[in-house]
């Protein structure tokens, strides 16, 4: 992924004044969040970046995936 060096912010930034990382990534289309020198989070305008776009089945899969991740422990004492 190429990166536009005028969309970078600190995570302290992005912390202190979202609005202002919000505003810059419906300009650039991404920004990207860097955490000790490193990126860390990319910050995505969800109309303008279509590597976001998903049909309803992987919409229903990732969902899926997350709700069973953060419940794992609760499925498993359902199933005995």
């Known amino acids: 992924m190429k990166v536009d060096v005028n969309a970078i912010v600190t995570a302290t ?6 609005s202002k ?8 289309g991404r920004v990207v969040v860097f955490k000790n020198n490193r990126p860390k989070l990319l910050v995505i ?6 590597q976001i776009e998903m ?4 919409k229903f ?4 995936k997350r709700i ?13």
């Open 13 to 18: 930034e992005a912390n202190q004044n979202f």
């Open 55 to 58: 049909s309803e089945d992987e």
């Open 68 to 80: 069973l991740k953060e419940h794992r422990e609760a499925f498993k004492e359902l199933a005995k």
């Open 21 to 28: 990382v919000a505003r810059l990534a419906e300009r650039k």
């Open 45 to 50: 305008d969800l109309d303008t970046e279509p």
């Open 61 to 64: 899969e990732f969902v899926a």
